[in-house]
Nanobody
Framework: QVQLVESGGGLVQAGGSLRLSCAASGRTFNTDAMGWLRQAPGKEREFVATISWNGDSTYYTDSVKGRFTISRDNAKNTLYLQMNSLKPEDTAVYYC????????????????WGQGTQVTVSS
């Protein structure tokens, strides 16, 4: 059974940092693009960042560029999202996804999804 399990979410003040992790089990994703997406209450799911299979290529939505960093450790089968200078508008449930088969900014075309982790940024 393939599982993606996110961790590292929580409550943080504006300007603070969090590091999200996504541990994969049941199969390896070291040949697949992976990504982070988020969904705020009452809003549609939003693309945040994606990374190529070897980590050489990354892409971010404009609102997080320069503040968030996506990375992966294929030896550990784990995906990360370092989030710095957090803002209240970053508040959302963050989802890890694996095996992208659509455009880099897709919010749906991933074969595997985690259950999500809540990130709340207070002002």
């Amino acid at each position: 059974q393939v599982q993606l399990v996110e961790s590292g979410g929580g409550l943080v003040q504006a300007g603070g940092s969090l590091r999200l992790s996504c541990a994969a089990s049941g199969r390896t994703f070291n040949t697949d693009a992976m990504g982070w997406l988020r969904q705020a209450p009452g809003k549609e799911r939003e693309f945040v960042a994606t990374i190529s299979w070897n980590g050489d290529s990354t892409y971010y939505t404009d609102s997080v560029k320069g503040r968030f960093t996506i990375s992966r450790d294929n030896a550990k089968n784990t995906l990360y999202l370092q989030m710095n200078s957090l803002k209240p508008e970053d508040t959302a449930v963050y989802y890890c996804a694996a095996q992208r088969y659509g455009a880099v900014t897709t919010t749906t075309r991933y074969a595997y999804w985690g259950q999500g982790t809540q990130v709340t940024v207070s002002s």
